[in-house]
């Protein structure tokens, strides 16, 4: 599987240092995380809370280490505030990333978010868009994603939990009105499962638009009270609901055939929003690296 095609394998440093709640793993630096994931076997990351800003500085430390960045998140708000306030710092992203010899923008839609709310992800309390908000997204995005494709970027779009673009129905909405030429997706395996979608089915269902790719996996009865109980995001981040692929519920080795069967290359990045005082990173990375190793022999 994958043998004759070219994948490459990271992990996102959030296991190290949560972007949006930074108590956790306050105490873990950003050469810790990132030696940690050379020493763990990776050959690259995305840009965390701690990386520094300066490219340069962040390139050296990257280098000798061998590894590089594979990717970037960017927050869009292409629904709440003008355009052209999303293009300026979208380029400014690029540029930074151009800086350090990545390819790849991960944008997600915060307007309407409930990152920092203890409202339910499901049911009436998750977020929707209207009709003119999706307009404002979708034509937004294609805006973006040419000049992105313009300088050898590519937009991956990011379905997230709490957000507007959570199911698989959603991102086929959104797939469906951007232009494939500017628009790809950042195919996120444990935020389709938390939706209570089938990630084998929408590896299938999107197959060529995914340009990116977060190997996540869930806890089945985490999930189990999360959905029940109705909780935000953050309080299933902290109440263990996600985790390294191989410690819970996902068939990867089905996932990762249906991802070979529609000629997926590029990056895989093992990606869990954990408690790293509970789930030490680096021991969560080794676990991953063998546990990927195994299913496709790189």
């Not at 340009?211 to 995001?233: S, T, Y």
């Not at 070979?260 to 990606?271: A, L, M, P, R």
Request: net charge negative; proline share 3%.
């Amino acid at each position: 599987m994958f043998e004759h095609k070219n994948i490459r394998l990271g992990i996102s440093p959030i296991g190290w240092s949560n972007d949006d709640m930074p108590e956790l793993g306050s105490d873990n630096t950003f050469e810790q995380c990132i030696s940690e994931i050379a020493l763990a076997g990776f050959e690259g990351t995305e840009v965390g809370v701690k990386f520094p800003e300066d490219s340069v500085i962040l390139s050296g430390l990257l280098k000798i280490r061998g590894i590089q960045i594979a990717s970037q998140w960017f927050s869009s708000y292409l629904c709440s505030t003008s355009y052209e306030d999303n293009e300026r710092e979208f380029i400014k992203t690029l540029d930074f990333l151009e800086k350090v010899e990545a390819k790849k923008i991960n944008v997600c839609e915060l307007t309407h978010c409930l990152f920092a709310s203890e409202q339910s992800m499901f049911g009436e309390t998750k977020p929707t868009a209207t009709d003119e908000e999706w307009e404002l997204l979708c034509t937004g995005l294609d805006k973006l994603g040419k000049i992105a494709k313009d300088r050898g970027f590519t937009l991956c779009y990011h379905h997230h939990m709490a957000t507007i673009v959570q199911t698989v129905g959603e991102t086929q909405r959104l797939l469906d009105n951007t232009n494939p030429d500017y628009v790809s997706l950042c195919f996120d395996t444990g935020h389709f499962m938390f939706s209570k979608d089938d990630p084998k089915e929408a590896a299938k269902i999107f197959g060529k638009r995914i340009g990116h790719i977060h190997l996540k996996d869930i806890r089945k009865e985490k999930m189990k009270e999360a959905v029940d109980k109705g909780f935000g995001f953050r309080k299933s981040v902290l109440a263990g609901c996600f985790t390294v692929p191989g410690d819970g519920m996902l068939d990867f080795e089905s996932i990762l055939k249906e991802l070979n069967d529609v000629g997926y290359e590029g990056w895989f990045i093992v990606e869990a929003e954990q408690n790293p005082a509970i789930a030490n990173p680096f021991e969560n990375a080794l676990k991953s690296r063998r546990f990927i190793k195994q299913l496709i022999q790189i």
